[in-house]
Each structure stands twice: as structure tokens, then as C-alpha cells.
């Protein structure tokens, strides 16, 4: 295996079993959802990027409609599937093992996408010109992207995420990507940073904790880099974070 693809399959480890696979909260996910309008009956919706699935199945039983959820990894849609039955939703998960960037699905089949912490992994331009021609005429997109919340961005985070994620930019920036790519942008919520400690850092570094005397090396590197992410946040989350993105086709 080469070295990316061990560092991903680390990654992979540290994150099977938890909730959320990046930051988010459900409260605010109900937020947002209170700001988009009444979706068609029988919505056709979609969780991309879906980890084990704590969007999907908070969509699944909120819209009591499928869900279709898109993952590259088995194990994290495997995880999703238990999780649905233990909760009674798995006829309303259809769980997708494939690319994100490569969707062979109808044009226009889609009313509500949503994807959290997980565009970046196309950029944001990227998945909104791969996911656009799938969005049905004034479907609604709900899309996370890590975003510059200031055009001063201080030297730390630039010089950490111009390493770590090169396509980061501001709202503003991403605005006019979406607008770009046939988009409207209908609002834009940052996710407040109490949200990225409570319910993925924290526990997450609990996870870390067990994997303290791994010997993998690989292992201690991905726990590395997260720990430097943390601090980063730790001093500068009110300059960076993730913006919902809520978009009309
Ligand atoms: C940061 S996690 C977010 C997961 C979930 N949405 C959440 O909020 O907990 C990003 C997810 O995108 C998936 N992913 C990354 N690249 C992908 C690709 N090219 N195609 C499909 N899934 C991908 C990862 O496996 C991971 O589950």
C-alpha cells in the first residue's frame, strides 16, 4: 500500500466508532433545516461524504424519506448500517460505496444534498461543478466547507492550511464559486466552534488517547497532524471554521 493510502486507512481507524467523522451538531443542522423551504413529498435527498452517518440517518428520520449515502469507505458505511437498524431507519438508508467526484446518477434527482466536512475532498468548486447537473430545478444543496471567516488571515492558519488544505478561501470567495457553478446562495451559518469541541475533538482525542502506545508509525503521524490541527483551533477558531452553504439550483 503507499504511504497515502496507509495514512488515509489510519485515519480511517481513528474515526470508526465515533459519532461524527468531522465537526458538526445536530441542533444546528435543525437550524438550518428551519431555513429552507418546504422540500417536494417524498423527497429525493442525498447525505454525500456521509462517514457512519450522522446526517444521514438525522435526515432519514427527519424527512421519513431514503437517503441516499455516499461513501468511499466500507467500513464507515458498514458502521452507518448497524446504526440504522439500531434505530430502526435501515429501509431509509441506501448506503452508496463510491467516489464522490464520480456520480453516474440521473441529471436533476436530487431535492435536497446535503454534505458535511466532506467537499473538500473535491474542493468546494470541485464537488459544486461535479454535484450541480444532479441537483433537480430549485433543489436546495447544503454544503460545509472549511472557510476563512476574515481576508486577514493570520500567518499561523494561512501557513497551516496553505500546507494542509491549498483551496481554503474566504465566504466571499466561495460565494462567487457557487454562484459560478449555477448556484444561488441563499444563506450562509458559521458552525460555532463549541460544536467542534463537544462533538468531534473531544472525543476524538479520547480516541487518540487509546492509541497512545500504537507502534504504528503511521498511526502517531495522523495523531500528530490532529493535535497540531487542534491547536490551531484552539487559538484561532474564531478565524476559521466551517460556513454552511445553503444553495439554490
Ligand atoms: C470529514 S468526514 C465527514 C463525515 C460525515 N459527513 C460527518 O460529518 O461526520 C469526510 C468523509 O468523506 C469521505 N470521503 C473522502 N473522500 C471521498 C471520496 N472521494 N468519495 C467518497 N467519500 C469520500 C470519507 O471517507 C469521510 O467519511
Known amino acids: 500500500m503507499e504511504e497515502h493510502d496507509k495514512y488515509i486507512q489510519a485515519l ?3 474515526h470508526l466508532g465515533l459519532e461524527r467523522q468531522g465537526p458538526g451538531d445536530t441542533n444546528f443542522s435543525n437550524h438550518i433545516l428551519s431555513k429552507i423551504k418546504p422540500l417536494p413529498a417524498n423527497p429525493r435527498i442525498a447525505d454525500i461524504g456521509c462517514g457512519t452517518g450522522v446526517g444521514t440517518l438525522f435526515l432519514a428520520d427527519k424527512f421519513k424519506s431514503k437517503i441516499r449515502a455516499v461513501d468511499f469507505s466500507r467500513a464507515f458505511l458498514d458502521e452507518l448500517i448497524n446504526r440504522a437498524k439500531q434505530r430502526g431507519l435501515e429501509d431509509l438508508v441506501e448506503a452508496i460505496e463510491c467516489d464522490m467526484g464520480s456520480l453516474d446518477w440521473k441529471p436533476e434527482s436530487i431535492d435536497l444534498l446535503w454534505s458535511e466536512g466532506a467537499a473538500y475532498n473535491l474542493t468546494f468548486k470541485g464537488a459544486l461543478d461535479a ?7 430549485n433543489g436546495i444543496a447544503v454544503i460545509s466547507e472549511l472557510s476563512y471567516f476574515t481576508s486577514e488571515v493570520p500567518e499561523p492558519v494561512r501557513a497551516y492550511w496553505q500546507n494542509a488544505y491549498p483551496a481554503i478561501t474566504t465566504e466571499l470567495e466561495n460565494s462567487k464559486h457557487a454562484n459560478s457553478s449555477g448556484f444561488k446562495i441563499l444563506g ?3 458552525l460555532p466552534s463549541k460544536a467542534w469541541w463537544e462533538n468531534y475533538y473531544d472525543p476524538l482525542r ?3 488517547n487509546s492509541f497512545k502506545h500504537s507502534k504504528d508509525t503511521i498511526m502517531q503521524s495522523v495523531i500528530k497532524d490532529t493535535e497540531k490541527e487542534m491547536r490551531l483551533f484552539e487559538r484561532h477558531g474564531d478565524q476559521y471554521g466551517y460556513s454552511y452553504y445553503i444553495m439554490e439550483a
Request: proline share 6%.
Open 131 to 137: 454535484w450541480r447537473p444532479l441537483m433537480a430545478s
Open 188 to 190: 450562509i451559518h458559521r
Open 12 to 14: 480511517i481507524e481513528l
Open 206 to 208: 479520547e480516541k487518540m
